[in-house]
């Protein structure tokens, strides 16, 4: 579903991505760990078209296509999903008139009808009730006063609200207390499936206890240093990072 | 069969909800530029005593109004253009412009029927909901084609309750004892020289007159337009609610693309009495130039309510797209204890527009309040000025202002600016003033575009939320067509 090579990106002139491997195909979940300011959150901009971030090499296929090749509003409307790490506010425009431009948008994209008013309404406490989403939420501005982990529930209940393809995740446990974290995990499994696809960027195993990923990689410094099953998520908990940094260079060849 | 499906696509319409508007987008060329080809009969150029004498001769106007305007013509020829606004524009020669024109048909029509279809294919142009629509919608429409009234209706059913809507020429001669009363007395004709001017040379306008204790069953509204080049518009309302009484007037105007500056000069005039209630709401789309800034329309305005009496309102709502230069302070004169005023604006200007606007809170009487709320949008080489005034008297113990003035900025190269002026002569009294600037955020677009919308529509989003608190204030159609506006203005603005 996700391919992407040698995948090389600058912030203000300064590499910060240098060389990035990762294949993700469909059904599959990923996670990324690895320490505070190593180019998670850079390749989740990268991935998603944000302008600030310069792409100096390198491919990203989605299903085939050449993704950077596409604008933001398009890579979203082709299905791909970023649950942000800080969610922006939008003071004066209610989160539900929000998610029906959004979700009109995709569909149009794609070929689809309108959701009718109605049909829009049940989608809505639909999706809210799974996450136990508060109705004054919905109808209050996108964001603006919204707690912590309010505002991390709300990246989810859009995220089952605009059924993408692909998902990233970006830190979306933080902020979260116990459980929300449950709540909020419970609603990417629902959605998981085998026609869809996750990459989880997280520091803590405790959220791939709820959400179990097929991969997990660990991305030092612009690269993949580490891949491994799930278990390697328990031995970094364990260990930290510093036993890969000087033990295992060369996997990031792999 | 046929009028049935009609009426369904129309109630569809009026019912279309905020997001709507997003979707109607199309292009940025100013699209109500076209000029309707009906003849017209204009006035030479340049202004004196006797082409004062030859508009008033020509509205068949009574001696005294003559006179009136004579007065005001022989004041404003004393006065001095004012240079203070953060305005700048080449120097007006005020006898190289033609100050009447009326369109060469009978203006007397009984029915729209006698309406010529070249001027009703105009307002469908314009968006004005004529016939059924207006049934549908609610609003009764006194269209003013350039200077002379061509259509009025509702007025029966208004008439019913004893209200007054009609054109201001009409009510001079129909209504003499109110003109006479209310005209020039919240606006003299010696107010300020764009004041003074229009008194003198006044084409015409829309007069309304609520009687005591009446509650006016619909929206009244107008829609003015400049048609004939180089004519200046001199538009004259007066809206008058007596004791108890309350009505909602909706003031909307488009303008065709012309090369040269037209200037609007119109005066407007409120007044309440004991617990009446008048909302003024306007939506201002003047031709504002091309994108080099070369082109249209100066909009020098003088719109002032007075709340004469105890318990009364007035609430302005602007929202100003438009215009090459405004110049514009809608204000209250709170004389009657515990009245209220409110001033709900939304200004934006793009490439070369410039804005100086605000208002002026006056408050002489007790216990008044008022409330001021002003949302600047500036784009491209755009200049937006906010000038407010809040005065409180000796005697107006008690009273309070509260003053929100927001800025946005869409681009590097605009200005926004910021010119509060507070007077309080009593110490019960309290004012506060809050002030915010900021330039739309790019996380903010980047966020709904990641969400699948583009870009266009992100920036309209964040600006109709920025400016929600003022739209809340406008009837639904008016907010619908406020948010188009806006939209169409500030296209392809974001950099
Ligand atoms: N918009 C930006 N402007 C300037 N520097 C940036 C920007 N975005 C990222 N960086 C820099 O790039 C590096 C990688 O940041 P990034 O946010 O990708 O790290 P991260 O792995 O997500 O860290 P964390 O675990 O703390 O979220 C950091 O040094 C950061 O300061
Ligand atoms: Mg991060």
């Known amino acids: ?254 | 069969m046929n009028e049935i499906e009609e009426k369904k696509t129309i109630s569809t319409e009026t019912s279309s909800d905020d997001m709507k508007v997003l979707d109607d987008l199309t292009s940025s060329e100013y699209k109500w530029g076209f000029i309707t080809d009906i003849e017209s009969e204009t006035a030479a150029k340049g202004l004196n005593e006797d082409v004062v004498r030859m508009i008033s001769k020509k509205k068949n106007e009574p001696e005294w109004m003559t006179e009136w305007r004579l007065k005001a013509f022989r004041y404003w020829q004393k006065m001095e253009e004012p240079n203070w606004p953060n305005v700048h524009y080449p120097k007006i020669n005020f006898q190289d412009i033609s100050y009447y024109s009326a369109p060469k048909q009978k203006p007397k029509l009984n029915s729209l029927d006698e309406v010529d279809p070249e001027l009703l294919k105009t307002f469908e142009k314009l968006g004005i909901p004529l016939g059924e629509q207006k049934l549908l919608a609610g609003v009764a429409v006194d269209a003013v084609f350039d200077s002379v009234s061509v259509a009025t209706t509702f007025r029966e059913s208004l008439k019913e309750k004893g209200i007054i809507f009609c054109s201001i020429s009409e009510a001079v001669k129909e209504h003499p004892e109110l003109i006479k009363k209310y005209l020039g007395s919240v606006v003299p004709y010696t107010d300020n020289f764009y004041a003074s001017l229009n008194a003198a040379v006044f084409s015409d306008g829309s007069f309304v007159w609520i009687p005591k204790g009446v509650r006016c069953p619909m929206e009244l509204s107008t829609y003015f337009r400049i048609n004939s080049q180089d004519t200046g518009q001199f538009e004259r309302t007066l809206i008058v609610a007596e004791e108890g009484a309350y009505v909602s007037y909706l003031e909307g105007c488009t303008a065709p693309i012309r090369d040269n500056n037209q200037l609007h000069a119109a005066v407007v005039e409120l007044v309440t009495m004991d617990n009446a209630e008048m909302k003024y709401s306007t939506v201002q789309n003047w031709y504002p130039g091309d994108k080099e800034g070369k082109g249209g329309i100066y909009n020098f305005v003088t719109k002032r309510g007075a709340c004469r009496g105890k318990n009364s309102k007035i609430s302005w709502t602007q929202v100003e797209t438009g215009s090459a230069i405004t110049w514009k302070y809608p204000s209250c004169i709170l004389q009657g204890d515990n009245s209220v005023g409110e001033f709900y604006s939304v200004a934006v200007t793009n490439n070369y527009q410039q804005a100086d606007t605000g208002t002026k809170m006056i408050h002489l009487g007790k216990n008044t309040k008022s409330t001021v709320v002003s949302k600047g949008i500036s784009a491209g080489f755009s200049n937006n000025s906010y000038r407010g005034l809040i005065k409180i008297g000796k005697n107006a113990e008690g009273s309070r202002n509260y003053t929100q003035c927001d800025s946005m900025l869409m681009s590097d190269k605009c200005g926004a600016h910021t010119f509060p002026y507070i007077e309080v002569e009593n110490e019960s009294s309290k004012v506060e003033h809050e002030a915010t600037t900021s330039k739309i955020g790019e996380d903010q677009i980047f966020y709904l575009n990641q969400r699948g919308i583009s870009t266009e529509d992100a920036v309209n989003m964040i600006v109709n939320g920025f400016c929600k608190e003022v739209f809340k204030e406008l009837p639904m159609e008016f907010a619908v067509e406020a948010q188009k506006l806006l939209a169409i203005s500030l296209e392809g603005s974001v950099g």
Do not use: C
């Open chain 1, 1 to 254: 579903m996700l391919s992407i090579k040698n995948l090389h990106a600058n912030v203000d002139g300064k590499e910060i991505l240098k060389g990035i491997n990762l294949e993700i195909k469909t059904g599959e979940v990923h996670a990324i760990m690895g320490p505070n300011g190593s180019g998670k959150s850079t390749l989740a901009n990268v991935l998603t078209g944000n302008k600030s971030y310069e792409v100096t090499n390198g491919t990203v296929l989605f299903e085939g296509k050449d993704l950077l090749d596409m604008d933001p509003e398009t890579r979203a409307r082709e299905g791909l999903f970023l649950a942000f790490q800080y969610p922006i506010e939008i003071p004066g425009i209610s989160n539900a008139t929000f998610l029906k431009t959004a979700l009109n948008e995709i569909r149009k994209y794609n070929n689809l009808a309108e959701l009718t008013p109605k049909e829009f309404l049940d989608r809505i406490k639909d999706k809210a009730k799974v996450l136990g989403l508060d109705d004054t939420l919905i109808s209050r501005a996108v964001n603006v006063g919204f707690s912590g982990g309010e505002k991390k529930r709300n990246e989810i209940f859009q995220m089952l609200m605009l059924e993408p393809k692909f998902v990233l995740l970006d830190e979306t446990d933080s902020g979260l207390d116990i459980d929300a974290l449950r709540i909020v995990s419970n609603g990417v499994n629902i959605y998981r499936n085998p026609n869809n696809a996750f990459l989880v960027v997280t520091h803590y195993q405790r959220l791939l206890n709820y959400i179990q990923p097929d991969f997990v990689h660990v991305l030092s410094k612009g690269r993949i240093i580490k891949s491994g099953g799930k278990e390697l998520a328990l031995e970094l908990e364990e260990k930290g990072y510093d036993w890969i940094k000087t033990k295992e260079f060369e996997t990031e060849k792999v």
